[in-house]
Structure formats: structure tokens, C-alpha cells
């Protein structure tokens, strides 16, 4: 049994990491083709783009900001007259409030997803094709843009051009993220996943009851989700409903679909800066910083709680029975897929979830949390890829301390910018997170949210605050979020984990060493292209990364799992 799990582990990752070279060639014919097709022109024409403007990093971040801010005050309004719009047949009222209209704004323009409601009782089709699944196409393109402009930045020599957003969200969108999800849809329609217009089900149940039964335009939905690293459900359960996610193959594309791009990145970079060695170091951080995180949450899950081993509960594995902690898994995906999807969801900042992440074990919940707080495990789409850059600058310039050098990554010098650029968007994801939580233990019936207390409690907090700010999206459940004080903090908490971790100090460090010139080696300078710098690397995200989350983890998931093993509460 423990070989087949293995095995089936294997498989989905290796078919899964294939696709890394034939879709980071993709990525580069797309960001770097010179001409447009016809649909892109007409479509730079209908918006009054220049598309052969080439614009700086303030001009490239300014395009970031205006370009989501317009969607959130049009996603906002369409929240707001949901109940005047059309494509509600199941007659959805009232409209989302206006705090819960001002989370899901801007939770689903900058890739977080995060959902303070259940999607099938708020929102109408209009809003869930028309807004949500638009969104999760623009969002997901938006962060890849920004990736490859940082790519573009360290590419350069003497020259300040980071490309044109528009052009780059364009084609990401047009090139990339339509024809995939086009296929995908059509699979999993195949497989069972609704994909119509008409309004939900009534059926009669065995004993003679009603029972309504919610459904839609899920399919189109479902595979820009886990494509664009989104996340946010048609549904309430998300992935872990049968209409989003009916059977083993379904979930494993989910996987796949999850680890598809971010991976293939790296292989980009390598190419476009001229460094493929340096692109597969990437590869191999990620890979590691994955396979690790799996090797707690699986074992984790299989052992199960220990508590009720005393009792007399059998937990084993073994031919009749899967063994460990299946409260809150679905059966049809058992604990093998159950962790590994809990591991790439919370990797990919995809935030999509198939089993209750509130009942994982303490080291399970532990592993996941740790992932959204590093953000650097593959990561969302290009800021997954920028975040591990922001980690090589910080590692060169802790070699350089040592060695009294001035730091150097890819023949361009950090200097005392760069390193504050990085010092920000570093410190701006632990600093978002605590003073969300410190809000939260203070604020006038806050805590009243909360369904359970102790450290399990304080977990829950913590989740919520790490899963916004990293732009992860997924609830660990036990919160009820929806409350004007959850949707204000929690959505400002999302903005900042955009923007300043790490997408606009980031495109600043990739502006600024864009007009650098580069400077020759000498046998003092430390290559970062050799397996010796990939191992300072991974240790530099996980002492740094470390040291800034451990006292909340300590008083969160850490504490859980001693009180757990001992039986006594803290």
C-alpha cells in the first residue's frame, strides 16, 4: 500500500514537471514574438494601446495599479447590482453588503481569491462567469506580466525597458490561458463537471423530501482556477465538491494544472537571461522546498492522531482500510491525493482546497501554513518566480557581508537600493500579517468568530491573515470571516500582499539593475549557477523565512501539535 501511494505521488509529479521545458519554450515565443495576431491588434486598437511603447518599471507599475484598480470599482458595482442584473436565475438576493462586495473585489483582481461566502448562495451567474471567472484570467495574467518584466529587467544591459503590460497581459491571456482552459473545460465536462445556464436541480430524494441542487457554468470556471493559480470555488466546498472535482482524474489535473506554469518559469528565466543553469537552480530549490513540505503533511495525515490510537482506534494502513486522519477528506481521493493537493495548493498560492484544511493534523496544518508564509514553494503565477529572486539577492548580499564583496547576481551589482527594495517587500508579508492578528485579538468582539479556542484558535487567526496576505486564497475553516471587520482588514491585508510582497519593490530592483551595466568576473565572485549557491539559497528562505514566521508558528500550529502528542491544553 505504501508503495502504490508512492508510486501514484511519482506519477502525477513527474507528468506534471514533463512540461516544464516544452511550456517554458512556450512562454518565451509568446513574450518575446514581435508580431501580434489579429485578434491582438484589434484588441490594442478597441483599448487605445500603443503597443510599441516600452515602458519603464514606474511606467510598468503604474499600469499594474490603474489596470486593477479600474476592475476592482467594476467588479464592485457588478457585486453591488447583482440583484438588477441578468443571469440570476435561481433568483440570488440580496446583492453582497458592502464590505463583503469590497473583499471579493479585491480578493478576486489580485489573485487571492479569498471567499468570505458560499458561492453558490451569493453570487448569480453573471456574477460568477461574467466577474469572477473574467477576473481569474486577467489577475493570473497580471502577476505572470509581472514576472516576465522582472525577467526583461535582469535580461537587460544599460537599458531601463521592462516591456509593454499591456502586451504582455494581452498575449498571456490570449495565448496562453484561453486555449488551455478551453481544452480543460471540455475534459472535465467529460468527466462530470455542469457547465449551463439553467437554474438548480430539484430533485426528490428516496424518502420522498426536495432537495435543491446548485449548479452552473462550473467547468469554464474550474479550469482557469487551478490553471491561473486562482482558487476561489463555484461552490462553497470548493474542490472538494463533486460537481467541481468528481473523480481521481479530475483532481489529479487539478494538481497537474496547479504546477503546470510556475515551474516552466524557471526555465524561461534561465533562457531569457541567458543562464539556463541559473533557471534549473531555480528548479531545483522549488522542487526540493515542495518534495520537503510533502514529507511532513503526508506522513502527518497516514499516522493520524495519536490520541485516539490510545483509545483503541485502529489508524493503520493496510488493505481494507486507508488508515490515519480522514476527518475532513473526501473518500474518493484518499489521504495520498489529499496532501499532495493540500501541498501544491498551498505551494502554488492557489488556494483551492479538497478536504477541510481545519482538520489536518497539527504538523499537516503546520507544513501548509509555512508554505504560504515562505511564498517562495513555486509560488503564484511570475511573483512565485520574483519572490525566489528576492531571496538570491538577499542570500548574495549575505555572502557578501561574509566575504566583504559587494553582492552580485547575474554580473549586476546590489547596492544599497536594491537591498532596500528587497528589505521592503521581504518585511512587508510578516509585517501585513502580525499587525492584521494583533488587530484582530483586540478589536471588539473579533475573536467572537472564532470556533475554537487555544492554539487551534490563534491557528485559525493565523491562517486567515497568511492566506490573504500571500494571495493564497484558502480558508483552514473554523472563521466566520464575513463580518465588516474580517472583510475591511482581511481585503487591505490582500492589497499589501500584492504590492509591496514583493510585485512593486521587485519591478523597482528589476528597473534599477536593468540600466546597470554589467561587470565582468573575477575569481572573486561567488557563481550562482552551481548546486553549492542552490543549497545557500534553500538555506537562506528557511532561516530568514524562519526566523520572521517562527513566533507566530510557535503559538499557532507548534503549540497544537505538543498539546496534541501530551493530551493537556494550553
Known sequence: MILNILQL????????????????????????????????????????????EQMTWQRYSQAIVISNLVFVLLFYATLRLQDILPFNPDKISPAPTADLAFNT???FVTNTDWQSYGGETTLSY?????????????????????????IRGLSQNGVNNLGNFWVDLTRAIYRLFLPICFVLSLVYVWQGVPQTLAPAAIATTLEGATQTIARGPVASLESIKQIGTNGGGFFNVNSAHPFENPTALTNSLEIMSMLL???????????????????????????????????????????????LTEVGADQTLSALQSGG????????????QTSLFVTATTAATTGSVNAMHDSLTPMGGFAALSEMLLNVVFGGKGVGLITLIMYAAVTVFLVGLMVGRTPEFLSKKIEAKEVKLVSLALLAHPFTILIGIGLALVWPKALDSLNNPDAHGF????????????????????????????????????????????????????????????????????????????????????????????PALALGPISEHFELASGKSF
Request: hydrophobic share 55%; charged share 10%; with cysteine.
Open 459 to 550: 491557528t485559525e487567526l493565523l491562517y486567515a491573515f497568511t492566506s490573504v496576505t500571500a494571495n493564497n486564497g484558502s480558508a483552514f475553516g473554523g472563521l466566520n470571516a464575513n463580518t465588516p471587520f474580517y472583510n475591511s482588514v482581511l481585503g487591505i491585508g490582500i492589497l499589501l500582499g500584492r504590492f509591496l510582497a514583493p510585485v512593486l519593490p521587485m519591478l523597482a530592483v528589476a528597473g534599477y539593475l536593468a540600466v546597470k551595466p554589467r561587470v565582468p568576473k573575477t575569481t572573486g565572485t561567488m557563481s550562482t549557477n552551481t548546486v553549492f549557491f542552490g543549497v545557500l539559497l534553500l538555506a537562506s528562505i528557511l532561516i530568514v523565512g524562519g526566523l520572521t514566521f517562527f
Open 261 to 307: 506554469i510556475v515551474p516552466a518559469l524557471t526555465y524561461t528565466f534561465g533562457t531569457m537571461v541567458r543562464a539556463r543553469r541559473q533557471g534549473w537552480i531555480f528548479f531545483g530549490v522549488f522542487t526540493a522546498l515542495f518534495i520537503g513540505f510533502l514529507a511532513i503533511i503526508l506522513p502527518a495525515e497516514q499516522i493520524g492522531n495519536p490520541l
Open 126 to 150: 453573471f456574477n460568477q462567469m461574467v466577474m469572477i471567472t473574467c477576473l481569474m484570467f486577467t489577475s493570473s495574467a497580471t502577476g505572470l506580466a509581472a514576472g516576465v518584466a522582472v
Open 325 to 336: 486522519n480522514f476527518e475532513g477528506k473526501e473518500v474518493r481521493f484518499g489521504i495520498a
Open 9 to 52: 505521488l511519482i506519477i502525477i509529479l513527474i507528468i506534471g514537471f514533463a512540461f516544464v521545458i516544452p511550456i517554458g519554450k512556450y512562454l518565451i515565443k509568446i513574450f518575446t514574438d514581435e508580431t501580434d495576431t489579429v485578434l491582438e491588434r484589434y484588441t490594442y486598437r478597441f483599448l487605445g494601446i500603443n503597443p510599441e
Open 105 to 107: 473585489a479585491i480578493s
